[in-house]
């Protein structure tokens, strides 16, 4: 079925994304206003977009027209934030601080989460995340009266100890991360632990095409 982005409305055309681009990690971003108020939300339009820098994007939108999310708002005034990696043991708090409080409520406090100071940021970071990343802003590309895309960069990355399986190497024990993602509809998530492996072809091992043009010929 065909459904053309010109003839149907927004709010529409943002269900049909959201119930197909599946899953989407989710950053947990705590952030702070001028004055020093913490703010912790959760955003699925997420991802990371460069190593060289090292780049996340979060697409964030506006709590009604014209009133930014606080956090889109402190990301702008204060330029640091730290993204939280959600594992399924987070997943009732990060379910907390996705409340639509007003603006003076703190987020961290209504879901009873501990935090830790940062290294190079004000904001702290999620002491029961498994994985933080310390962030500064790049650029925020306003796509439209009502949404943007926060470029920050990563200046750190805190691992729980016992997810490091290499040290030296940076090897990371991603399954037991035990991380998830959003799915369709508000209140859909997916588990990280039905994997299977794929390794990648060495071209030197794709033979097929050859073959096939060569007895075509
Ligand atoms: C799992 C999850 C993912 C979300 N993803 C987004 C998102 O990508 N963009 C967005 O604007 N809001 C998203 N929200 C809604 C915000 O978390 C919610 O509006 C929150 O109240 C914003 O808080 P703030 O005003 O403190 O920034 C998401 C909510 C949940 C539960």
Redesign the pocket.
Known sequence: MLFDFAAIPPREQYKLLVSTVTPRP?AWIVSQNKDGQL????????NVFSGDPPVVG????S?EPGRP????RNIRDTREFVVNLVSEENAKA??V?????E?SVN?IEQAQLETIRSVHVKPPRIAASPVSMECTLLQIVNLGPDNALVLGRVLAMHVRDNLVLDPAKNYIDTPNLHLIG?MHGTGWYARTSDLFEMPRIPRANWTLREEKTASRG
């Open positions: 989710i703010n912790a939300a959760p955003f699925s339009f997420f979060i697409g964030i939108s709590h999310k606080d956090t889109r990060m379910n601080t996705a409340i639509e409080f603006p987020e959003r």
